[in-house]
Each structure stands twice: as C-alpha cells, then as structure tokens.
Nanobody, 121 residues
C-alpha cells in the first residue's frame, strides 16, 4: 500500500508565498520522478514542475522563476516553493510519484488527494 499525502495549501494574497509538501509512505522500494500538477475549475490537469531522483527539474513556462521544486530522498518527500503567486495560480495541486512498490514488477504512478491553493485579495 502506497500513500501520497500533501500539505501546505491555503489562501494567500497576490504576491504572497506558499510551500507545498508531499510525503510518500508505505511499501516503497524506490522513487523515480516526483512532480506537482494542478487543476483549475473547468480546465485540464497540467504539469507544474517535476524532479528526477537525480535532481533534474523542469517547469511549466507559467511558473518559471517563481516556483521551485525540491525533494528529500531520505524522507520520500517532494516540496514546491511558490513565490510571487498570482490569481491564475489558483487550483487544486496534486502530487505525483513514479515509483517501484515492494513486490510490484513495474514502476507505477501514484497520486495524492490534492490540496487547494487560492490566490485572492
């Protein structure tokens, strides 16, 4: 059984900052890439940022220079530092991990339950 639990969402004013965390737990052998996605009302889920096990990162153009993804491999945790937030960043943010679970012969993608981020004055 593998779980991804997100935390850190909330309401923030434009220009403010939030830090999201996502911890993976359970019968995990190893984790490949981890990432953050978001879904705004009426829109498709989109990739925000991703990070490999070696630390390589990629970002959506809309968040480059404002968001930073990082991970702590010892804690199976990925973070998203969000600065200079804009109203258009409002969405439910989902954590994703591509990982090898114990006893499973292929890596699979797992999702967290989502955390709401609202940017509004």
């Amino acid at each position: 059984q593998v779980q991804l639990v997100e935390s850190g969402g909330g309401l923030v004013q434009p220009g403010g900052s939030l830090r999201l965390s996502c911890a993976a737990s359970g019968s995990i052998f190893s984790i490949n890439a981890m990432g953050w996605y978001r879904q705004a009302p009426g829109k498709q889920r989109e990739l925000v940022a991703a990070i490999t096990s070696g630390g390589s990162t990629n970002y959506a153009d809309s968040v480059k220079g404002r968001f930073t993804i990082s991970r702590d491999n010892a804690k199976n945790t990925v973070y998203l530092q969000m600065n200079s937030l804009k109203p258009e960043d409002t969405a439910v943010y989902y954590c994703n991990a591509d990982l090898w679970a114990m006893g499973v012969m292929t890596p699979l993608g797992y999702w967290g339950q989502g955390t709401q981020v609202t940017v509004s004055s």
